[in-house]
């Protein structure tokens, strides 16, 4: 009895629950120290090679390397120092593949080795390591820049540009310098639209700037006809600095054919125009351009320009003009009209006046290129509603006519209101 007694206390305090929870738990907190201790090793291990990497001198780059030697950052830095430092390009190598060889997802490492293979003159080595940088981040511009540039230097211009274009994909910013290095070492329209330039209207259009700001006539006009082949729509704001190149150029009969063509651009464009009159939006429904051969508008001190929604002859809206009582002799408002040499046109508007007191009132005028007066309407004073003003001249050489306000007696003080609506200027 007295044996079996012992024994059944001996297993009861072998399964007691006490027992059994402090064997486990004390190993687990033995086991949870010793991961914390290694845990603030390895942090004051990586701190210190982070410190002596940062101390730039190659034996506190050697020592970081040693203390972690897995990290291929350290290794990389150690392979930068021996090529500019040291200038031997045999040592960085040497690191820059072991930096590779520990983490060969780096695009810089592989650059850097390209670097140093170009130094010692290995074109083949180079390009593989110019090629394994593009593989391990394809979309990255500053890669593609020093793919491009590799490109240029081994004669490969179509790979230079095609590597240009994802530049300009990822970093428009630097659109202006691509395209720069790319007409400069190509010069072909058509391979940089083709290669280079994105496949979309925005950088089509930053191209077509480019050129025209370097007085690319002929390449400008390929990159022209090329946008339409394009068939994406822009807004029409886009070409205003293209139409007003060949403007400035005297290619007036050009600039008016592809102010045309602006409508295949931008689908709200077309109905500016009608067949028949040569004056754009001349109901002034639709939003001011301020260039091309839409109005322009130049602020005075002495007329307030807006327009009118709430009065107007038809439409929707009217040009209202609001003198202030100071002289005035040009209001500011301007349309450039692209006409055939010594023709006839009749231009006609509808225009109202409130309270306009001066001696000399505003008119509708009609000038050349260089501001010479070729015909004017009769002034308006007083009050008057809506009514129909018209005019007629010839162009004579002109192939671009202006639509302007005048007034006779610019110096004279002039009050009141003044509004104009539906203009046309057409052929007889």
Avoid at 408 to 426: E, M, N, T
């Amino acid at each position: 009895m007295a044996r079996m007694a012992a024994t059944e206390a001996m297993e009861e305090a072998a399964i007691h629950p006490r027992f059994k929870r402090f064997v486990p738990a004390s190993v687990l907190l033995s086991a949870w120290w010793v991961l914390i201790a290694a845990l603030i090793a390895w942090a004051i291990q990586t701190r210190r090679a982070d410190l002596l990497d940062q101390n730039g001198d190659e034996a506190s780059l050697r020592k970081a390397s040693r203390i972690e030697p897995l990290n291929a950052e350290h290794v990389h830095t150690l392979g930068r120092y021996a090529l500019f430092q040291g200038q031997d390009a045999d040592e960085a190598i040497s690191n820059y593949r072991r930096a590779v060889t520990l983490n060969p997802h780096i695009s810089r490492y592989w650059l850097d080795l390209a670097g140093a293979y170009q130094v010692k003159g290995d074109v083949a080595l180079q390009q593989s390591a110019v090629e394994r940088a593009l593989a391990a981040y394809p979309t990255n511009p500053d890669v593609a820049w020093e793919a491009a540039n590799f490109s240029i230097l081994s004669g490969d211009v179509t790979k230079a540009l095609q590597h240009f274009r994802t530049v300009m994909t990822h970093d428009p910013a630097s659109t202006d310098r691509a395209l720069e290095l790319c007409w400069k070492v190509s010069g072909d329209v058509d391979a940089i639209l083709s290669e280079a330039v994105p496949s979309d209207a925005g950088s089509y259009f930053q191209f077509l700037d480019f050129l025209t700001d370097r007085d690319e006539p002929e390449a400008a006009q390929r990159v022209w006809l090329r946008l339409q082949e394009l068939k994406q729509s822009a807004p029409a704001q886009l070409a205003l600095p293209y139409i007003q190149f060949l403007m400035d150029r005297g290619s007036i009969s050009e600039a008016w054919g592809a102010w045309k063509q602006l409508a295949q651009l931008d689908p709200a464009f077309g109905h500016r125009m009608t067949p028949e009159n040569l004056m754009v939006n001349g109901g002034f429904d639709d939003q001011i351009l301020n260039g091309g051969f839409d109005w322009r508008v130049q602020p005075k001190p002495a007329a307030r320009l807006a327009l009118d929604e709430f009065t107007f002859h038809s439409g929707r809206r009217s040009l209202l003009i609001a003198f202030n009582g100071l002289p005035v002799d040009d209001v500011g408002i301007e349309q450039r009209m692209a006409v055939q040499p010594h023709t006839d046109y009749e231009l006609s508007a509808f225009v109202r006046a409130e309270d306009i007191e001066s001696r000399s009132g505003p008119r509708l005028a009609i000038t050349n290129a260089e501001g010479a007066l070729l015909a004017w309407t009769d002034d308006s004073l007083g009050t008057v509603n809506w009514q129909q003003e018209s005019l007629r001249v010839n162009s004579g050489n002109a192939r671009l006519l202006y639509f302007r306000v005048l007034r006779q007696a610019g110096d004279s003080p002039i009050k009141g209101r003044f509004w104009i609506d539906d203009l046309q200027l057409v052929a007889r």
